[in-house]
């Protein structure tokens, strides 16, 4: 029988801590990240995989990595990748384009 691994994580003191993933039916990795006491921290890449637009790419890989900070998201960069399958000698794939985003997010605390 096989198995696969499908999310990982950790917990301390009934917490989340250390690496968290998560990995689709094909074993890709689509979302990994830290955990430190309860609340994200460090980054956390958030991978998707679908169909491209282009006419000539056969697949768009989407990349956000988030950085946080006491829990809370800072700043984010995305990169989008379109891609065509290269059939030849050794199954490949060929960048058409790439696209990277910039985000950065503010939070304001709510007074009592």
């Known amino acids: 029988m096989d198995t696969l691994e499908a999310i990982r994580y950790n917990i301390k003191n009934g917490k989340l801590e250390g690496t968290w993933q ?8 689509l979302e990994k990240g ?22 000539e790419a056969n697949e768009q890989v989407r990349v956000e990595i988030i950085h946080f900070k006491n829990g809370e998201p800072k700043k984010s ?5 379109d891609k065509v399958f290269v059939w030849e000698e050794t199954f490949d794939s060929q960048l058409i384009r790439k696209q990277i985003v910039i985000k950065r997010f503010k939070h304001f ?4």
Do not use: F, M, P
């Not at 991978?47 to 637009?53: D, F, T």
């Not at 960069?77 to 990748?81: A, F, G, V």
């Open 22 to 29: 998560i990995k689709d039916r094909k074993g890709k990795v």
């Open 34 to 55: 830290e955990y430190k006491n309860g609340q994200k921290s460090g980054t956390r890449e958030v991978i998707s995989y679908s169909e491209s637009e282009l006419k």
């Open 77 to 81: 960069i995305t990169t989008i990748e």
């Open 109 to 112: 605390a709510v007074k009592k």
